[in-house]
């Protein structure tokens, strides 16, 4: 199994940048597709982007298209989004997540998640 701690959130303004970093234990890091989720007040956990355990086709949710780049560094075990242009419809507590198999856009999709970040954009 695979640990997950995020860091990096906080408070941007709108138009700013942000990177989150999710620092992941476990040799078996390398092969976990993984996936950052993001979940605001009243709403359901919704997926932000993915990465496969070989980097190849990341995938985005339309919304962050363009803006967001999630990116992995396996020797660091890290996974990391950088978030550019921000929205105040981008606040949310945003959550790193793992899975051993192929991942996916839906939350179901993976087994090991982190704590969450809080990530607040003011206009």
């Known amino acids: 199994q695979v640990q997950l701690a995020e860091s990096g959130g906080g408070l941007v303004q709108a138009g700013g940048s942000l990177r989150l970093s999710c620092a992941a234990s476990g040799r078996t890091f390398r092969s976990f597709a993984m996936g950052w989720f993001r979940q605001a007040p009243g709403k359901e956990r919704e997926f932000v982007a993915g990465?496969?355990?070989?980097?190849?086709?990341?995938r985005y949710a339309d919304s962050v298209k363009g803006r967001f780049t999630i990116s992995r560094d396996t020797p660091e075990n890290t996974v990391y989004l950088q978030m550019n242009n921000m929205k105040p419809e981008d606040t949310a507590v945003y959550y790193c997540?793992?899975?051993?198999?192929?991942?996916?856009?839906?939350?179901?999709?993976?087994?090991?998640w982190g704590q969450g970040t809080q990530v607040t954009v003011s206009s």
């Open positions: 997540a793992g899975d051993p198999y192929r991942g996916g856009t839906s939350s179901h999709d993976y087994g090991a």
């Open positions: 990465v496969s355990a070989s980097s190849a086709l990341p």
